[in-house]
């Protein structure tokens, strides 16, 4: 069980809020242990049609928790990690995202599979991996070229740069972005509307919209093999130590 992460349940809307603001909502394993439990719960659960997933004040999530990178690398057995984002791609109920401020990594890449996304006019996403010598996840080498083609989806992987949440509406990640103070009810209004339709409708239509999920999983499983070579790699150190050192890694070494 975590702190950082609020889970409660009203009115058919599960609620998954982010919050270890101190660490910019980075995501450590017991973190991502709780948001799968969730995810999966509610499948048999008939209270919860929706889920909500998002973060508190300034950041959405600063994605992995980059100690947690390099303590984890070399575990052999299945993670939460791993059991959250296989959630992200079987869950049959609905899931939106509202996106309120940093949403880097894992806080962008779990947005494509989420059935509705919400941003704040102030969130910036970004895709850093290969800026830590890590390779893309979460099956987002397959989802961006899909949603927006190779040159948008290879700017925002190879270059790994910040975005804003007007690019990220331009470019198909996001579906509206609002005012910051009218984001959860936005959210909520939707995840209402949702909750309010034939439950079982709302399940086979987004399993008809998702049709290819075997096949995203696949590439998932694909990417996360190499993910996790990498993760154990010396150009991969280099960069996290970099980060926690407050300096800029240095690539030169390598070739
Ligand atoms: N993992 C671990 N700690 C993180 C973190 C992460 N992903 N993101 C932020 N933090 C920590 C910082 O180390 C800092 O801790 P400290 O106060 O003990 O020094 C604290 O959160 C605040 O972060 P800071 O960098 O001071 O805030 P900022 O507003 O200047 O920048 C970010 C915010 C998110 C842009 C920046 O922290 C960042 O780039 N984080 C790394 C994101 C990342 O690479 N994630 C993995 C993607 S695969």
Redesign the pocket.
């Known amino acids: 069980m975590s702190d950082f992460v609020k889970v409660s349940v009203s009115d058919g809307i599960q609620t998954l809020k982010i919050d270890r603001t ?3 909502n ?2 450590t394993q017991e973190m991502y242990a709780v948001l799968a439990d969730s995810l999966l719960a509610a499948e048999d659960n008939p209270d919860i049609r929706v889920t909500i997933i998002t973060g508190t004040a ?2 959405f ?9 390099l303590q984890n690398a070399t575990q052999e057995e299945e993670k939460p990690v791993e059991r959250f984002l296989k959630a992200l791609v079987s869950i049959r109920k609905p899931l939106i995202g509202a996106v309120n401020g ?1 949403a ?4 962008t890449t779990m947005l494509l599979h989420c059935d509705l996304v919400y941003a704040s006019e102030d969130a ?1 996403f ?4 290969v ?2 010598a ?1 390779v893309p ?1 979460a099956a987002s080498s397959l989802l961006l070229p899909k949603i927006m083609g190779h040159q948008r989806a290879s700017e925002l992987l190879l270059l790994g740069d ?1 975005f804003n949440a007007e690019k990220a509406h331009a470019y198909g990640i996001v579906n509206e972005v609002v005012p910051a103070g009218q984001l959860e009810t936005v959210a909520l209004n939707t995840a209402k509307a949702l909750a309010a339709k034939a439950p079982e409708a709302l399940r086979l239509s987004k399993a008809l919209l998702k049709n290819d999920s075997e096949s995203v999983m696949k590439h998932m499983y694909a990417e996360l093999e190499i993910f996790s070579t990498r993760l154990t790699s010396a150009e991969a150190r280099e960069a996290m130590q970099a ?2 050192e ?1 300096r800029a890694p240095d690539f030169k070494k390598f070739n």
């Open positions: 101190d660490k910019k980075a995501l300034d950041s999530t600063s994605g992995n928790d980059l100690m947690d990178f940093i880097v990594g894992v806080g910036v970004s895709l850093p991996f800026n830590l890590l996840e910040k980060f926690m407050k």
